[in-house]
């Protein structure tokens, strides 16, 4: 498992565990981001990056984005 800020830019992976605290987890489970969905980095600028998750392209911060663990 490693965090979505170490994914490659192109490459899909599977959501493997959400982190963070409750209010963090619901927040990114509504933009689509749970446990088994898949997810593609379209781009990342300094930590932050884009991605296409359930068929939806979705800014996410680097705060974020390394408690989501492909």
């Known amino acids: 498992m490693l965090p ?3 994914a490659n830019v ?3 992976h599977s959501i493997k565990r959400v982190g963070g605290n409750a209010a963090t ?3 990114l489970e ?3 981001f749970v446990p088994g969905a898949d997810v593609m980095v379209i781009s990342e600028m300094g930590g932050n ?3 296409n998750v359930k ?6 911060s ?3 984005a ?3 663990m492909v």
């Open 4 to 6: 979505l800020t170490m």
């Open 10 to 12: 192109g490459e899909e």
């Open 25 to 27: 987890r619901k927040f």
């Open 30 to 32: 509504n933009l689509g």
């Open 49 to 51: 990056v884009i991605v």
């Open 55 to 60: 068929e939806t392209r979705v800014a996410v």
């Open 62 to 64: 680097k705060e974020m």
């Open 66 to 68: 390394v408690k989501i």
